[in-house]
């Protein structure tokens, strides 16, 4: 049988099945290998050229300025009149600790990775992947929340206008599906270039926005009673200034919104033109061009949040902030109605539905950049997450749920909104203060330490205050972890090498094969003196009738870190006790084994033969051994893995077994 020694010279073509139709198009774009696929918001295609910083700014701006729509009503409503006060504390901490956190994050994680990649990075092994997926379910909580949370405020913006049709009123759960749905179709058809779009709308919304609180601002100068009633107000409330201060530190984290853009800003690093001198390993310019990115939009966005909350919470009757008020969700275009007309009130209006609506396409981007750069690189993820169409479907249906879940109601998901980003960010100041500690860095590493604490006290006292947010993220990190294992499960049995490497003493080994078959014996390598080598030729001699002058190759894999999936292999030729050695560290055993086989195949013309003992031990728990720890029942899974890959029996690798 020509299969002992060498493939077919004309091998049958292999049975393949072109996709058409519908599953053609739901998969177009899938690329080849897992782990790459950076989405719409990750590193730009080649003949995307990076823009300024500024440009960049205002992509990220879509969200991070975008909560000006709602920002200065959930202050009113969570801190009464020491809105004003409880903003600055917020303002404080934006600028004394996110910003500081992640100019840090821009510098040690410049390809756009963000704070989850540094701590996969120092978390290694299995420990670090579900440190990971926990926090990819917060992520996706806090992207989801910013989908359906502006699809709300974008929904009551339209409704609240005076020239809106009355028979939108009440149907604030039905527009907003319409709106999510939309940003679906949009992601469906193709998402293109969103810098000079975001410009447009982010410069408008910002000038409308400066418009509207000078005016206000304004009105207060030339009216001092509005100014008056408040400090009367508030100091019957509180007499004692200390008291209002420490009332103010206790409500803040319910403004946690208002932080809320950080991530999104070191995510679209690779977006930023650098300079030309640039390097890979280290881009001084990009990371120079994130930092001004970073601070500028801190600097705005704070003289933003505490003028607004300043001339709302003066100018507003209070029953206006409450559910159904005018002012509910929309206190900004409230006073831009009220103040400059109802013309100007509508395009604000208009800008402020148009922003609302492209933040949620820049949570929509982040997810579908963030599922492809980490799940199917773990083997945590069907194939089908690589291809953007099939995740928006999954995407847009579960902002659907939550948005009939929260029945569009902009309050109610504030607290999911503000747990997803309070436990990105305490996760950015954790991990920058073991990089700090890890380089030796102790100033550095008591003041992150001391940020760390303040941002896990912020997420505490909301969780604790508000805790739908940690309830979903529970869903999201559950669903995660169980689709996951059940991917990782599934997936078991494909070949992860992405690469096979034969160093030159490999080769040489190889060459010495003259007519073939290629035998090889799987050896453990825990076991590497003489007489185990010699008891297993031996043993393999006497099990499967080798000829006494045969040629033998001893492999071995040496087990690193079993937690990853994909990954490249080096095999190095290695000459101990007078046997021809080959070994590769890898990730798994079984896996690996196959992929070396077809590779030797591939490379020689020749047809490899390996030969195990069997295992010894209970098959379930060493299948359980093999999922998790990448060893277990090599022979069966190595033959398991060659089958699946190699459907021509007559071209598939020889398995022995005694």
Not at 623 to 632: A, E, I
Not at 641 to 658: D, F, I, K, S
Request: glycine share 8%; aromatic share 8%; with cysteine.
């Amino acid at each position: 049988m020509t299969t002992l020694t060498r493939p077919p010279a004309e091998p049958s073509e292999r049975e393949t099945r072109t996709a058409g139709g519908f599953r053609a198009w739901l998969l177009e774009g899938m690329p080849e290998a897992s782990g790459h696929h950076p989405g719409p918001h990750g590193v730009p295609k080649d003949e995307h050229r990076p823009s300024s910083w500024w440009k960049v700014m205002c992509l990220t701006g879509v969200d991070y300025f975008s909560t000006l729509g709602y920002q200065p009503a959930i202050a009113a409503v969570a801190a009464g009149l020491l809105a004003p006060m409880a903003t600055v504390i917020l303002v404080a901490v934006t600028l004394v600790g996110a910003l500081p956190v992640y100019r840090r994050v821009a510098r040690e994680s410049h390809k756009g990775e963000g704070s989850i990649a540094m701590l996969e990075r120092l978390l290694p092994r299995w420990g670090g992947k579900l440190f990971v997926l926990a926090l990819l379910g917060f992520a996706a909580t806090d992207f989801m929340i910013t989908m359906t949370l502006s699809a709300a405020d974008a929904s009551a913006h339209l409704i609240e206008n005076p020239f809106a049709p009355e028979f939108l009123h009440g149907q604030q759960i039905i527009i907003t599906l319409v709106l999510i749905a939309l940003l679906g179709v949009v992601f469906l058809r193709g998402f293109r270039e969103a810098i000079n779009v975001a410009v447009v709308l982010v410069g408008l919304y910002l000038v409308l926005n400066a418009i509207v609180i000078c005016v206000a601002i304004t009105h207060l100068f030339t009216d001092g009673v509005a100014v008056g009633n408040w400090w009367s107000a508030l100091t019957t409330q509180h007499s004692n200034p200390l008291v209002m201060v420490g009332i103010a530190l206790i409500v803040f984290p319910k403004l946690a919104l208002g932080l809320s853009g950080f991530e999104t800003g070191v995510a679209v690093m690779p977006q930023i033109k650098g300079r030309p001198d640039d390097t890979e390993a280290d881009p001084k310019g990009r990371i120079r061009g994130t930092h001004r990115l970073l601070t500028t939009a801190a600097v705005i966005m704070s003289a933003f949040l505490i003028t607004s909350s300043f001339v709302t919470i003066l100018l507003i009757p209070e029953q206006e902030f409450q559910p159904g008020g005018k002012a509910d969700g929309r206190a900004l275009a409230f006073l831009a109605h009220q103040y400059m007309g109802n013309g100007f009130g509508t395009v604000y209006d208009i800008s402020t539905i148009a922003i609302l609506w492209f933040a949620g396409a820049s949570a929509m981007a982040g997810l579908l950049n963030l599922v492809p750069r980490y799940l199917p690189r773990y083997g945590m993820a069907p194939a089908w997450t690589r291809a953007v169409r099939p995740l928006t479907l999954v995407f847009t249906a579960i902002g659907f749920l939550i948005t009939w879940i929260f029945e569009a109601n902009v309050d109610a998901q504030g607290g999911a909104y503000a747990t997803g980003v309070l436990v990105l960010m305490t996760s950015a100041a954790i991990a920058v203060t073991l990089s700090a500690r890890r380089k030796k860095q102790k100033r550095l590493t008591w003041f992150f330490g001391a940020v760390s604490g303040v941002f896990a006290y912020t997420t505490i006292a909301n969780v604790l205050e508000r805790p739908d947010g940690i309830r979903i993220a529970a869903l999201f990190i559950l669903g995660i972890i169980v689709v996951s294992f059940a991917s990782r499960v599934r997936r078991s049995f494909e070949l992860r090498a992405t690469l096979v490497r034969l160093d030159e003493q490999a080769l040489e080994f190889l060459a010495e094969v003259d007519q073939g078959p290629i035998r090889l014996i799987a050896h453990e390598p825990k076991c590497l003196d003489a007489d185990r080598y010699r008891s297993k030729l031996a043993h393999a001699g006497a099990a499967n009738h080798l000829p006494v002058d045969a040629d033998v190759l001893f492999i071995e894999v040496v087990v690193d870190d079993s937690s990853e999936f994909e990954q490249e292999l080096d095999v190095r030729g290695i000459k101990r006790h007078g046997f021809k050695v080959l070994e590769v560290h890898s990730n798994n055993v079984p896996n690996t084994l196959a992929a070396i086989l077809l590779h030797l195949r591939n490379v020689t013309g020749l047809m490899p033969h390996i030969y195990f003992r069997w295992t010894e031990g209970n098959p379930v728990m060493n299948l359980t051994k093999f999922v998790f720890f990448g060893v277990g029942e090599i022979a069966p899974v190595t033959r398991e893995v060659l089958r699946e890959a190699e459907p021509r029996l007559t071209e598939r690798p020889w398995v022995h077994v005694g």
